[in-house]
């Protein structure tokens, strides 16, 4: 072969491969503006849709008293709440992205139902403790530290449920108040009951999958408690003393997980006049 016909068609593989790549670059670039043209028309369409369906929400809820916006993305609090009439009895702010919320919710001092679950709350607002009215208190599956001492003024509380949250010490602002029934603290980072529990009036509380290793035998003093979930703790089973097990009015307690064996347990002073506590309520259900 020729060189110069050689060196010729050389040029033109090495012109054609160039030429194919440039396409190619073109192609993959025109590939992705399409694709992010159609994820910013997709995002402004879902705002669209999302903020219309708010305003759906808020017309409605004006005549009901009951406001639901979950499952809408929204990262902050809808600005349309903070002039809104004082008319709410329910507000359902639950699986959303809300990291903070506005003092403006101590707006609605007329809720009783307050649903925040499922968000990114790591703190709720003082002014969370101007809803006296508030009867049923759900933040579950947040990464709450810690809980507001303002609670304390909700009078009205019934049900509060904080589980799988991040808390470390035991919410002791929630002791006292008479007509709380059901607490709920499973899956969070608690390590001591406090002595303060023995004012609690509730029937029911879960601490399930803390880290508690101090239970206070003060917990014997519940006027009203029935039921007690500890497990998947790290508890002794000499935490649970006699007077406990003889004094208290616990006739369900739950200890599975913790430090010690059913034997350890049911060998405990006291564990004899808890199962008569037990035996009776189970036989009252049959």
Known sequence: MNPLNFLWSGYNAAVAAAAQKCQ???????????????????????????????????????????????LQRLQEFPPQLKNYPNVLKTLDLSENRFERLPDELGHFTLVKHL?????????????????????????????????????????????????????KEFPTMLCGLKHLDVLDLSRNKITIVPAEVGTLYMTELNLNQNQISTLSEEIATCPKLKVLRLEENCLQANAFTPRILKESKICNLSVDGNLFNSKQFTDLEGYEVYMERYTAVKKKMF
Do not use: W
Request: charged fraction near 20%; include cysteine; charge should be positive.
């Open 24 to 70: 190619q670059q073109l192609f993959a670039e025109r590939k992705t503006k399409n694709f992010t043209h159609q994820l910013e028309a997709k995002t402004s369409s879902e705002c669209i849709m999302g903020n219309k369906q708010v305003r759906q929400h808020l017309e409605t809820a004006q005549k009901t008293g009951i406001l639901k916006i979950s």
């Open 115 to 167: 649903n925040l679950s499922g968000n990114k709350l790591i703190e709720l607002p003082d002014v969370i403790g101007e809803l006296t009215k508030l009867e049923v208190l759900l933040v579950m599956n947040n990464y709450l530290t810690k809980i507001p001492k303002t609670l304390s003024n909700c009078n009205n509380l019934k049900t509060v449920n904080l589980t799988n949250n991040q808390i």
